[in-house]
Each structure stands twice: as C-alpha cells, then as structure tokens.
C-alpha cells in the first residue's frame, strides 16, 4: 500500500488529511490552499441504505465524494419501470458539473458516509484550477469505459459470466489494492432483486449461478449476503475479464 505523504502535512485541513477522495478521487487536483477553502462549505454525514441521495430531475445545488459505501444509479421510465445501470464506490464523485438539472437517481445500497459540498464552490474551484477540470474530465471518461464494458457484459456475456463480473465488480472496488490471488470477503450492497435487475436476469438464475460458484469452489456463501472469494484470478478467468 503507497504511503500517503502529507497524512500529517499541516497545510492540508484535519477533514482532509485521511480522505480517500483527497488522495484517489477529485479533490486530489486541488492545492492545500483550495482544500482550505473549499472545507468551509464541506460537510460529512453517514446515510442509510435506501436514502435517495439526488432525484431524477432534481435542480443540481450539490455534490459529493463518495467516502465509504456502495452507492446505486438508477433510470426511470415514463410509465416508472427502473433500471440500476450503475454503481458508486469510494471515492467516486457523485453530481454532474456544468448541468443544473440531475438525469439520474442516486441512491444509498449501503450505508455509506459521503462528503458533500455546494455546486457554487467546486463550479467556482473549477474555473480556477484547470487541474480540477481535467481530473473531472478523465473521471468521466473512465464511467464512459466502464459503462461500454457492461454493456459488453449485458449484451454478450452468458450468466454465468454476468454474476462472475458482478462478484469481481465488487470484491475489486471493495479492496482496489487485493491480490489477484488472494483471498476477499465482503458483503453483497445489493438484494437478489437488485442485483437480478443490474445484470438483466431473473433472481432465481442469480441465485443458480451464485450456487454453482460455491459447488465449484470459487467463493463461500454466509447469511446470505456475505462473499468470500477465494482466487480473483479463477474468478477472473470465470467472468472472461
């Protein structure tokens, strides 16, 4: 694991110094300075799984790191069938610059603890450190990656494949620094029903490729929810990543 430098650099605000999304995400691009200024206007706070985090078509007056926790994007139809077609994880950034209104619904899967701050202050921070600009801009395009991945998951993978993917999603972004042929445990962020809608199956196929990993002894299985995964590389090797 990289050191981290300026854990106890005194230039960098108490709320920063052991932030994830300070030294992975966004708020890297930013000087001590620009920290400092924008900690004024930041508040953490812990939400509980189900809290809707922004709203489809919510006025835009906020955004948020990701600082723990597995947050769900979800799509609405008219006639209000819904999709998840995503997932958030620390220190994922959470809000969408340069638009005032929200596309998408952002919800809690989890418990999950975010850092939130207004859209005026980063808006403001953008336009005075191109850097900031330019982390958002590859964070963008790295969704846009993942996204055209998935849809290689969803529109050529079998199931088997599918919940293979989904497991190696989770158990990489739960512990991005594991080694591939370690061991991971974690707990599920999403139901059956959840996790049957993210892939486009039925529960009960979820559930047969979940069983079928355990019979083949790529992971264990507890209370339901709790994973081990026992080799990220057969699991790899499973979800044809």
Not at 10 to 30: K, M, Q, T, Y
Request: net charge negative; glycine share 6%; proline share 4%.
């Amino acid at each position: 694991m990289a050191i981290r430098q300026d854990i106890h650099n005194s230039e960098i605000p108490a709320l920063c110094r052991s932030c994830e999304a300070r030294h992975r995400g966004v708020c890297g691009a930013l000087t001590p300075e620009q920290l400092v200024e924008l900690s004024r206007h930041t508040t953490k706070r812990k939400v509980e799984p189900g809290t809707v985090l922004v709203s489809d078509s919510d006025t835009i007056d906020s955004y948020a790191n990701v600082l723990a926790g597995v947050v769900k994007l979800v799509k609405t139809l008219p006639d209000g069938r819904q999709q998840i077609v995503g997932l958030q994880f620390a220190p994922d950034f959470i809000g969408r610059p340069f638009k005032q209104e929200s596309s998408i619904t952002a919800e809690a899967a989890t418990a999950v603890r975010v850092c939130a701050f207004p859209k005026t202050s980063l808006d403001r921070m953008i336009d005075q450190a191109p850097e900031l600009g330019h982390r958002l801009h590859l964070q963008a395009l790295d969704e846009l990656d993942e996204a055209r991945d998935w849809m290689l998951t969803l529109g050529r993978k079998t199931a088997a494949e599918r919940v293979a993917s989904f497991l190696h999603l989770i158990a990489r972004h739960g512990d991005p620094e594991a080694e591939s042929a370690g061991e991971i445990s974690f707990d599920l962020p999403l139901t059956r029903a959840d996790i049957a809608d993210f892939l486009g199956l039925t529960i009960e196929t979820v559930s047969r490729q979940l069983t079928k990993l355990r019979k083949d002894g790529l992971i264990t299985v507890e209370n339901n929810r709790h994973i081990t995964v026992f080799d990220l590389d057969r699991l790899e090797r499973r979800a044809n990543i």
